[in-house]
């Protein structure tokens, strides 16, 4: 199989690094140091090489290095199916810019040339949070299978936002609103089926050894096909009114989650459950799109191996091995690495 593969990572008041070059092998990567050292940062700039914000879903202009504020710039050489890439990406303000092999390009075309999956503390309780939160995990997950989902979720929030102006105003002008439920219901209905095309690839992923599977599903309510979506959008105008905001539709929907060898829901079980449940998400998805665009993805893993035991931990390495993903983990000393082949980065 054809790899993608992180050779260089060029840094420039990124965060707390005022200037670092790192060159790697291709193998997992393991970077230790203590709490403060810039590991998290490092992988977050490693995030940016896909479309979005990144790990921490931070604003460009907040990933500048304190007390300078003169922007910010990441330069990677990739090795991806389609060959040998530059991208670089920076801000000097507000928003961000991306450059590939020298041309500026939009975010999305960091999607048709790499892929990029991560695991970090703040979604450990990703089960237990509001809708939201997994709403956006989902997202994620299927822009990792189908990058043009990005454009049909950025044209439904916009129609959205639209929507919600006229409602806020107490619009009632007829011709408004079948304008923009058109393209509501034409981009819904995208959205949904990309998500739903996502979860039946992880569904058939092979189970990863020492992480239960999840049973994943769409939780929606109301109809989901553009003709009978926008039949909805048209018949809660009155409710919508009242309420100022639109109460059905894609942005509304969930991700439900059940451990599937005991049949309970994931915010039910255990922390230790929960975690391991995750991580058998995101090994189900790097699996999938290493099917689908013929390479595994690159792998950031922010202090997972020191929340597992030791034959979680095995059983993680071992998975990342079987992938042969090149994976970045974090953790704040190399015993946490013991059985990992790869790299070693101190910090």
Request: glycine residues 10%.
């Given at each position: 199989m054809?790899?993608?593969?992180?050779?260089?990572?060029?840094?420039?008041?990124?965060?707390?690094?005022?200037?670092?070059?790192?060159?790697?092998?291709?193998?997992?990567?393991?970077?230790?140091?203590?709490?403060?050292?810039?590991?998290?940062?490092?992988?977050?700039?490693?995030?940016?090489?896909?479309?979005?914000?990144?790990?921490?879903g931070a604003a460009a202009e907040d990933l500048a290095r304190l007390p300078e504020r003169i922007g910010w710039k990441v330069r990677a050489a990739l090795e991806a199916p389609s060959g040998a890439h530059e991208l670089v990406t920076w801000s000097e303000g507000a928003g961000r810019r991306v450059e590939v092999d020298g041309k500026a390009a939009a975010q999305a075309a960091l999607g048709a040339l790499a892929r990029v999956l991560w695991l970090t503390p703040a979604m450990d309780?990703?089960?237990?949070?509001?809708?939201s939160e997994r709403r956006r995990f989902l997202d994620?997950?299927?822009?990792?299978?189908?990058?043009?989902?990005?454009?049909?979720?950025?044209?439904?929030?916009?129609?959205?936002?639209?929507?919600?102006?006229?409602l806020r105003d107490g619009t009632r002008d007829a011709a408004w609103y079948d304008a923009l439920e058109a393209r509501l219901a034409g981009e819904g209905a995208r959205i949904d089926a990309?998500?739903?095309?996502?979860?039946?690839?992880?569904?058939?992923?092979?189970?990863?050894?020492?992480?239960?599977?999840?049973?994943?599903?769409?939780?929606?309510?109301?109809?989901?096909?553009?003709?009978?979506?926008r039949a909805a959008l048209r018949a809660g105008r009155g409710r919508d009114l009242a309420a100022g905001?639109?109460?059905?539709?894609?942005?509304?929907?969930?991700?439900?989650?059940?451990?599937?060898?005991?049949?309970?829901?994931?915010?039910?079980?255990?922390?230790?459950?929960?975690?391991a449940l995750l991580i058998g998400v995101v090994l189900a998805n790097a699996a999938a799109v290493a099917e689908d665009f013929g390479a595994p993805p690159l792998l950031l893993l922010d202090e997972v191996a020191a929340h597992l035991d030791a034959d979680r931990r095995r059983a993680l390495y071992a998975a990342i091995a079987g992938l042969g993903a090149q994976a970045f983990l974090t953790g704040t000393g190399p015993e946490l690495f013991e059985g990992l082949e790869g790299e070693r980065l101190a910090l």
């Open positions: 054809t790899r993608l593969v992180l050779r260089r990572l060029a840094l420039s008041h990124f965060r707390s690094h005022a200037a670092a070059t790192l060159d790697f092998a291709g193998a997992p990567v393991a970077i230790f140091g203590p709490n403060g050292a810039g590991k998290t940062n490092l992988i977050e700039a490693i995030s940016l090489l896909s479309p979005g914000r990144g790990l921490r309780r990703l089960w237990m949070e509001a809708a994620r997950v299927t822009l990792s299978l189908f990058p043009d989902h990005a454009a049909a979720v950025l044209a439904y929030e916009r129609a959205l936002r639209e929507r919600a102006r006229l990309a998500r739903r095309a996502a979860l039946a690839r992880l569904a058939g992923a092979p189970e990863t050894a020492g992480f239960p599977r999840g049973a994943l599903s769409l939780v929606a309510e109301g109809p989901r096909d553009a003709e009978g979506l905001r639109t109460l059905l539709g894609p942005h509304r929907d969930d991700l439900g989650a059940v451990y599937a060898a005991k049949g309970v829901e994931a915010r039910l079980c255990s922390t230790g459950e929960q975690k």
